[in-house]
C-alpha cells in the first residue's frame, strides 16, 4: 500500500500534515451528523469498537504523540517512557465513557492547541526530535505528526465506510 504522506520532511510535506490534522474534527463531526445517536455507541461490527470507542482510541495515541511532539519542542532530545496509549494510557483515562458531545469537544480543543503549536514551527523546529524507550531510534515532531495522520486517516476512512458516508 502506498502511503498518501511521505515520510520525507518538506515544506509540502508539512503542509499535507497541517491540513490532515485540520479536517479531522469536520470529518468527525459529518460522522456524527450522518448516524443516529444510539449507533455511535454499538459495536461497528462483530468484535470491532463502537464510534465512540474509536474515537477515545485516537485521542489515546493522539495524546502519546502530542505530548512526545510538545516534549520535543521544549527539552533536547528528550527519553519518553514507554507507556501504551490503548493498554495504558486509554485504560487510565477512559475517554470512551465521555458521551459523544462530549468527546468530540474535547477532540476538537486538542486539535487548535496541536495545531497552534504546530502552525508555528520553523523548519528546525519540525526536525527536533525525541526517543521512546524500546525504540533505537529518534523521531521528529513531523514523524510524530505524521504518526497521528496516518492514524487517523486509516481510522476515519474506515468509520465512513462503515457507517455508510461517502467521502468526495
Known sequence: MSKILSTDQTPA????????????????????KSAPAEKLRQPLGKGERSFAEDVAHLLNGEARSAEMIYQALLTDEPFF???????????????????????????????????RVLSGLSEAQWSRSVREEGKKRNESV???ARTIVMHEL??????????GQKRN
Open 81 to 115: 517512557a514507554d507507556i501504551h496509549p490503548e493498554r495504558d494510557w486509554g485504560k487510565l483515562l477512559r475517554f470512551e465513557l465521555l458521551d459523544v458531545p462530549e468527546l468530540l469537544a474535547y477532540f476538537k480543543t486538542r486539535r487548535k492547541v496541536l495545531l
Open 142 to 144: 513531523y514523524w510524530r
Open 154 to 163: 486509516d481510522h476515519l476512512g474506515d468509520l465512513e465506510k462503515k457507517l
Open 13 to 32: 510535506n508539512i503542509a499535507k500534515v497541517l491540513e490532515f490534522l485540520a479536517e479531522s474534527p469536520n470529518r468527525l463531526d459529518a460522522l456524527v
